[in-house]
Structure formats: structure tokens, C-alpha cells
């Protein structure tokens, strides 16, 4: 599976918003092509694909402009693709991402998204 993000993506206002507050994290210039920034809220995700399936409530630690990652109680595929959105955020602020992996850990479920046009 291609886990590059697409190119030019329209990014919400609340993605802009975690990219210039948030603090940068380790910065892997062999391993990343984005800087990826600290950003701790809480999101909603829903399904896109499954609309039966409950939307859930993500914790996000980290930000860049090619994807979020996000810790979960619930367990996602990779591949998936997901709305999102800012918890308490209203409906014009969903950005759409697809799972690039998913991993156990004593926290949940860590989550990497890829951002895809809408």
C-alpha cells in the first residue's frame, strides 16, 4: 500500500492551527519527508466506508500536513478511510484520511492517517 500523502491537499482550519502551535517533534530526515508537530486535542472519527460503525472519540498526539496520528480504544483497519474532525467541531471542519497502519499498545490502538482530498 502507498503511504505518501497526497499532494495538496486542502488542509481545515484546525489542522493550520495545530501545524503553527504545536511543537515540533523528533525530526527523522532519513525516515520522514514531513516535520511533524506535538498536538494534543481530542477528535471524532467516523467510517466512511462502514456508516453502521459508531463514530469514535481518537486522542491526537501529532500533527503534520500529510497526515495525523491518533491514539484509539478502537481498533481500525489499515486502508480505511476515516472522516475526522475536532470534537465539538462542527461538520464543515471534517478532513478525510486513510489508516496507513494500526498498532496495539497499552494505551489503545496507535493510529497513522494519510490526509486524501475530499
Known sequence: MD???????E????????????EPTDDLPNKRTESRRVWTVF?????EEEPSMDPFTARVF???TGGI???SRK????????????EGGPDET????RVVHCTRTVQGYK???AFESP
Open 111 to 113: 493510529v497513522g492517517c
Open 11 to 22: 488542509l481545515p482550519g484546525w489542522v493550520r492551527e495545530a501545524l503553527e502551535e504545536g
Open 3 to 9: 503511504a505518501k500523502p497526497e499532494k495538496n491537499v
Open 69 to 71: 496520528g491518533f491514539i
Open 62 to 64: 501529532n500533527v503534520c
Open 43 to 47: 477528535c471524532v472519527a467516523q467510517s
Open 94 to 97: 471534517l478532513m478525510r484520511a
Open 75 to 86: 481498533k481500525v483497519r489499515v486502508g480505511q478511510r476515516l472522516k475526522l474532525r475536532p
